[in-house]
Protein backbone atom coordinates (compact mmCIF):
# COMPACT_ATOMS: atom_id res chain seq x y z
CA UNK A 1 0.00 0.00 0.00
CA UNK A 2 1.16 3.29 -0.54
CA UNK A 3 2.61 5.60 2.00
CA UNK A 4 3.40 9.82 2.92
CA UNK A 5 5.54 10.47 5.84
CA UNK A 6 6.11 13.81 6.68
CA UNK A 7 8.76 13.31 10.04
CA UNK A 8 8.65 17.49 10.89
CA UNK A 9 5.00 17.80 13.37
CA UNK A 10 6.14 21.17 13.81
CA UNK A 11 9.03 23.73 12.35
CA UNK A 12 9.78 27.30 12.86
CA UNK A 13 11.60 29.72 10.87
CA UNK A 14 12.84 33.85 11.02
CA UNK A 15 10.96 35.81 8.40
CA UNK A 16 12.88 36.20 5.10
CA UNK A 17 14.71 33.06 5.48
CA UNK A 18 14.53 30.07 3.88
CA UNK A 19 12.74 26.56 4.86
CA UNK A 20 12.41 22.75 3.88
CA UNK A 21 9.71 20.73 4.93
CA UNK A 22 10.33 16.62 4.51
CA UNK A 23 8.21 14.26 3.06
CA UNK A 24 8.88 10.61 1.95
CA UNK A 25 6.75 8.32 0.03
CA UNK A 26 6.49 4.71 -0.95
CA UNK A 27 4.95 3.01 -3.50
CA UNK A 28 5.12 0.44 -6.49
CA UNK A 29 3.60 2.33 -9.01
CA UNK A 30 5.16 4.35 -12.03
CA UNK A 31 2.31 7.08 -12.87
CA UNK A 32 1.47 9.09 -10.37
CA UNK A 33 1.38 12.62 -9.11
CA UNK A 34 2.98 14.29 -6.24
CA UNK A 35 1.48 17.58 -4.54
CA UNK A 36 2.00 19.83 -1.76
CA UNK A 37 -1.03 21.83 0.20
CA UNK A 38 -1.33 24.87 2.68
CA UNK A 39 -3.84 25.15 5.43
CA UNK A 40 -3.91 28.32 7.08
CA UNK A 41 -6.26 28.81 10.06
CA UNK A 42 -9.06 29.21 8.19
CA UNK A 43 -8.52 25.48 7.42
CA UNK A 44 -9.12 26.05 3.51
CA UNK A 45 -6.98 23.68 1.52
CA UNK A 46 -4.36 25.35 -0.92
CA UNK A 47 -2.51 24.13 -3.79
CA UNK A 48 1.30 25.02 -3.30
CA UNK A 49 2.92 22.87 -5.72
CA UNK A 50 2.82 19.84 -8.17
CA UNK A 51 5.40 17.28 -9.46
CA UNK A 52 4.98 14.92 -12.30
CA UNK A 53 6.57 11.94 -11.41
CA UNK A 54 8.01 11.41 -14.37
CA UNK A 55 9.53 14.64 -14.99
CA UNK A 56 13.10 14.82 -13.17
CA UNK A 57 13.02 18.73 -13.45
CA UNK A 58 12.12 19.92 -9.93
CA UNK A 59 9.35 22.04 -10.08
CA UNK A 60 8.96 25.92 -8.99
CA UNK A 61 6.09 27.96 -7.94
CA UNK A 62 7.30 31.43 -7.02
CA UNK A 63 9.12 31.39 -3.76
CA UNK A 64 8.41 27.69 -3.57
CA UNK A 65 10.48 24.79 -4.99
CA UNK A 66 10.54 21.74 -4.59
CA UNK A 67 13.64 18.93 -4.44
CA UNK A 68 11.97 15.69 -5.82
CA UNK A 69 14.19 12.50 -5.76
CA UNK A 70 12.48 9.52 -6.93
CA UNK A 71 14.64 6.89 -6.09
CA UNK A 72 15.09 8.09 -2.64
CA UNK A 73 10.67 8.27 -2.83
CA UNK A 74 11.69 12.21 -1.44
CA UNK A 75 9.87 15.10 -2.23
CA UNK A 76 10.39 18.13 -0.30
CA UNK A 77 9.30 21.68 -0.01
CA UNK A 78 12.09 24.64 0.20
CA UNK A 79 10.12 27.87 0.61
CA UNK A 80 12.36 30.84 0.29
CA UNK A 81 12.06 34.32 1.59
CA UNK A 82 9.63 33.37 4.20
CA UNK A 83 6.43 35.30 5.20
CA UNK A 84 4.64 35.53 7.80
CA UNK A 85 1.86 34.57 5.20
CA UNK A 86 3.06 31.16 5.14
CA UNK A 87 2.48 30.32 8.99
CA UNK A 88 0.17 27.16 7.76
CA UNK A 89 -0.03 23.58 7.97
CA UNK A 90 1.21 21.98 5.21
CA UNK A 91 0.73 18.62 3.56
CA UNK A 92 2.31 16.09 1.27
CA UNK A 93 -0.24 14.41 -0.48
CA UNK A 94 0.69 10.96 -3.58
CA UNK A 95 -2.06 10.44 -6.38
CA UNK A 96 -2.55 7.74 -8.52
CA UNK A 97 -6.39 6.66 -8.25
CA UNK A 98 -6.37 7.12 -4.54
CA UNK A 99 -4.98 10.07 -2.63
CA UNK A 100 -2.71 9.46 -0.02
CA UNK A 101 -1.93 12.49 2.55
CA UNK A 102 1.37 12.99 5.23
CA UNK A 103 0.09 13.75 8.55
CA UNK A 104 0.85 17.50 8.25
CA UNK A 105 3.85 20.26 9.28
CA UNK A 106 3.06 22.89 11.21
CA UNK A 107 4.96 26.08 9.98
CA UNK A 108 5.36 28.96 12.10
CA UNK A 109 7.15 32.02 10.82
CA UNK A 110 8.96 34.20 13.56
CA UNK A 111 8.85 38.01 13.04
CA UNK B 1 -17.91 31.07 -9.25
CA UNK B 2 -16.14 27.72 -9.54
CA UNK B 3 -16.78 25.90 -6.02
CA UNK B 4 -16.87 22.76 -4.04
CA UNK B 5 -20.65 23.44 -1.25
CA UNK B 6 -20.35 21.15 1.36
CA UNK B 7 -23.49 21.57 3.86
CA UNK B 8 -23.82 21.46 6.77
CA UNK B 9 -20.67 23.47 7.55
CA UNK B 10 -21.12 22.63 11.69
CA UNK B 11 -23.53 19.86 12.90
CA UNK B 12 -23.83 18.13 16.46
CA UNK B 13 -25.97 14.87 16.74
CA UNK B 14 -26.28 11.61 18.98
CA UNK B 15 -24.94 8.27 18.35
CA UNK B 16 -26.89 6.19 16.13
CA UNK B 17 -29.23 9.24 14.29
CA UNK B 18 -28.48 8.89 10.37
CA UNK B 19 -27.01 12.16 8.82
CA UNK B 20 -26.21 13.00 5.13
CA UNK B 21 -22.97 15.43 4.43
CA UNK B 22 -24.10 16.80 0.62
CA UNK B 23 -21.14 18.38 -1.76
CA UNK B 24 -21.81 19.60 -4.66
CA UNK B 25 -19.30 20.93 -7.49
CA UNK B 26 -19.81 23.31 -10.47
CA UNK B 27 -16.95 22.75 -12.59
CA UNK B 28 -17.77 19.38 -14.64
CA UNK B 29 -15.18 17.61 -12.70
CA UNK B 30 -15.59 13.48 -12.73
CA UNK B 31 -13.01 12.92 -9.70
CA UNK B 32 -14.63 13.58 -6.34
CA UNK B 33 -13.76 12.40 -3.03
CA UNK B 34 -14.65 12.81 1.17
CA UNK B 35 -11.66 13.19 3.73
CA UNK B 36 -11.94 13.11 7.31
CA UNK B 37 -9.02 15.28 8.89
CA UNK B 38 -7.95 14.63 12.57
CA UNK B 39 -5.13 16.08 14.71
CA UNK B 40 -1.94 14.37 14.34
CA UNK B 41 -3.13 12.14 11.17
CA UNK B 42 -3.57 14.63 8.68
CA UNK B 43 -6.59 14.09 5.68
CA UNK B 44 -7.64 10.54 5.34
CA UNK B 45 -9.42 9.56 2.19
CA UNK B 46 -12.83 7.28 3.21
CA UNK B 47 -14.33 7.28 -0.76
CA UNK B 48 -13.58 7.80 -3.93
CA UNK B 49 -15.08 7.99 -7.16
CA UNK B 50 -13.83 8.36 -10.35
CA UNK B 51 -17.04 9.08 -12.39
CA UNK B 52 -20.96 8.99 -12.38
CA UNK B 53 -21.80 5.52 -10.59
CA UNK B 54 -18.03 4.37 -9.92
CA UNK B 55 -17.36 4.33 -5.96
CA UNK B 56 -14.50 3.01 -4.50
CA UNK B 57 -13.26 2.91 -1.15
CA UNK B 58 -10.43 4.86 0.15
CA UNK B 59 -8.11 4.06 3.43
CA UNK B 60 -11.20 4.56 5.98
CA UNK B 61 -14.27 3.57 4.47
CA UNK B 62 -15.94 1.71 7.82
CA UNK B 63 -19.08 3.03 9.31
CA UNK B 64 -19.56 5.65 5.75
CA UNK B 65 -21.36 5.47 2.29
CA UNK B 66 -21.43 7.29 -0.48
CA UNK B 67 -23.37 7.38 -3.84
CA UNK B 68 -23.19 9.46 -7.47
CA UNK B 69 -26.20 9.00 -9.28
CA UNK B 70 -25.00 12.53 -10.79
CA UNK B 71 -21.85 13.96 -11.51
CA UNK B 72 -22.05 17.24 -9.58
CA UNK B 73 -22.92 15.55 -6.52
CA UNK B 74 -21.16 12.72 -3.76
CA UNK B 75 -23.06 13.05 -0.75
CA UNK B 76 -21.56 11.14 2.61
CA UNK B 77 -23.94 9.23 4.47
CA UNK B 78 -23.09 7.99 7.66
CA UNK B 79 -26.33 5.12 9.30
CA UNK B 80 -25.20 4.99 12.28
CA UNK B 81 -22.88 7.59 13.84
CA UNK B 82 -20.80 7.13 16.75
CA UNK B 83 -18.34 9.42 18.59
CA UNK B 84 -15.18 8.15 16.84
CA UNK B 85 -16.71 9.65 13.43
CA UNK B 86 -16.32 13.08 15.15
CA UNK B 87 -13.90 15.04 12.88
CA UNK B 88 -13.56 17.13 10.26
CA UNK B 89 -14.71 16.47 7.09
CA UNK B 90 -13.98 18.00 3.54
CA UNK B 91 -15.33 16.94 0.25
CA UNK B 92 -12.76 18.14 -2.91
CA UNK B 93 -13.23 17.04 -6.76
CA UNK B 94 -10.75 17.71 -9.27
CA UNK B 95 -10.61 16.37 -13.45
CA UNK B 96 -9.94 12.89 -13.76
CA UNK B 97 -6.32 12.78 -14.83
CA UNK B 98 -3.87 11.68 -11.61
CA UNK B 99 -1.84 14.94 -12.31
CA UNK B 100 -5.06 17.56 -11.52
CA UNK B 101 -5.02 18.94 -8.50
CA UNK B 102 -7.98 18.77 -5.91
CA UNK B 103 -10.36 21.59 -5.35
CA UNK B 104 -11.56 21.49 -1.59
CA UNK B 105 -14.80 22.49 0.06
CA UNK B 106 -15.03 24.44 3.13
CA UNK B 107 -15.07 21.28 5.37
CA UNK B 108 -17.52 20.40 7.94
CA UNK B 109 -16.99 20.11 11.04
CA UNK B 110 -19.04 17.14 12.84
CA UNK B 111 -20.16 16.34 16.09
CA UNK B 112 -21.37 12.97 17.55
CA UNK B 113 -22.19 12.76 21.02
Known amino acids: AQTVTQSQPEMSVQEAETVTLSCTYD???????LFWYKQPPSRQMILVIR??????QNATENRFSVNFQKAAKSFSLKISDSQLGDAAMYFC????????FGKGTRLHILP | EAQVTQNPRYLITVTGKKLTVTCSQN?????MSWYRQDPGLGLRQIYY???????DKGDVPEGYKVSRKEKRNFPLILESPSPNQTSLYFC????????????FGDGTRLSIL
Open chain 2, 92 to 103: ASSFSGRGQPQH
Open chain 1, 27 to 33: TSESDYY
Open chain 1, 51 to 56: QEAYKQ
Open chain 1, 93 to 100: AYRDDKII
Open chain 2, 27 to 31: MNHEY
Open chain 2, 49 to 55: SMNVEVT
